[in-house]
């Protein structure tokens, strides 16, 4: 591609975008595309000869808008947030253009810098702790995912737990691990890829608000040590994802001093409100993490994929990942002055990920990000009232931030045909999940460009549709 023809489709494709963003709140939120649909459309194999550019655009309405589900719709309510913003994009841009592999600090110095700034910056920002800070012994990283993150801290974990032998030896017999009933499945995925096996995964009864106990976590951890087993492992979650329950974080590391154990801290949504002093109560205790990681990738306002990832004790995760082959060796590294992220993650490559982030905080400044936070949270608790005040749906757990957690009075199919009516109709998008056995609704607010006119209209349809289900069913019952 010419540099004109670069600059002309660039332009382009930006206005696309933004055309698209400025009318993606009148599409329908779930594409309505059949399975194998779009593959019937497309040519069973690759172009021998080149396109015109033209032709690709016009395949982005005609073949791929059809099959996108729109995380960006002012009325996706469902899972979590999945919030771009303009300077995301542009940031994204960026790091595709200057194409650096951020894997060592000498690939490109200003790849790694920046990073390691930016997550200072948040330490300072979140409160967090100062040992998270990279001018202490711990630091901060940006991985892929929150799936990365305690995959990487259980690799951590494991290699303090065994004395630096499970890498060398693979003996990782006797170790168990921890979290609640409620914690995110990438936690029972990082058991199985860490090679700890799933059934050394113990799940901690919860509350009746959904967070861990942490007197029954004691009773596990005890009893698996009376039976000769090598406790090493908790995850806590700061905002299940179920119903955005908070582990008790104080008394859950209280349980980990006690037996040496790794603390990590799963704050993947929620994470976000530690910018916001008054909800920085729910992080009470994160002092005591190992490691802690959230998503500005679900709340704050940057693409996917960034997730931010602090350790309290670098050299943990540096010893159980750093294999330095001859081909990466160089005068930086061995000067021992730089920070080498290849070691802190899986992969080797890495992406200039910091410039979205970077221009995120930029763009917003603290108080633009905390603005908009406020707005989301403030909008699920009137939402919340909106509900508590129609007798026919029940709130079914606590609201701590901007997730809200209901159902219909009349059961799980109900329920269940209600979202799918719902969602089938296109003007909203909401999920559900299982809580204390049943069907929960829930409804995520956390979108760039939700505003309270689209959080009335999806409680009105919910509130009409529910209605009409209603008289539906007294009609089959009377007939
Ligand atoms: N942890 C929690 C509490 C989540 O809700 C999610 C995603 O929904 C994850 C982890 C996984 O996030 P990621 O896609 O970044 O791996």
Known sequence: MSSDELRRQGHRMVDWIVDYWDRVETLPVQ???EPGELRAALPPSAPLHGEPF????????????????HWQSPSFFGYFPANASGPSLLGELLSAGLGVQGMLWATSPACT??????????????ELPRGFRSDSAGGGVIQDSASSAVLCALLAARERATGLQSNRTGDTRGLVAYSSTEAHSSIEKAIRVAGIGSENLRLVPVDRDFAMRPGELERKVSEDVAAGRSPFFVCATLGTTSSHAMDP????????GAHGLWFHVDGAMAGTAALCAEFRFHFDGLESADSYCFNPHKWMFTNFDCTCFWLRDRRALTEALTIVPDYLANQATASGEVIDYRDWQVPLGRRFRALKLWFVLRHYGLEGLRHHLRQHVELAHELRVWIEADDRFVIVAPTPLNLVCFRHRQGDEFNRALMERLNREGSMF??????????ALRLSIGQTHTERR??????RRIAET??????????????
Do not use: N
Request: charged share 20%; with cysteine.
């Open 430 to 439: 909401l999920t559900s999940s299982t809580l204390a056995g049943r069907l």
């Open 249 to 256: 974080l104080k008394a859950i590391g209280e349980v980990c």
């Open 113 to 126: 810098e920046l990073e390691t700034h930016v997550l200072d910056w948040l330490v300072d920002a979140m």
């Open 31 to 33: 594409s309505r595309s």
């Open 454 to 459: 689209h959080v009335e209209a999806a409680w």
């Open 54 to 69: 033209e032709d690709i655009l016009a395949d982005l309405d005609r073949l791929i808008l059809p099959g996108v589900t």
């Open 466 to 479: 529910a209605t009409a289900m209603e008289a539906g069913s007294q009609a089959s019952q009377a007939t």
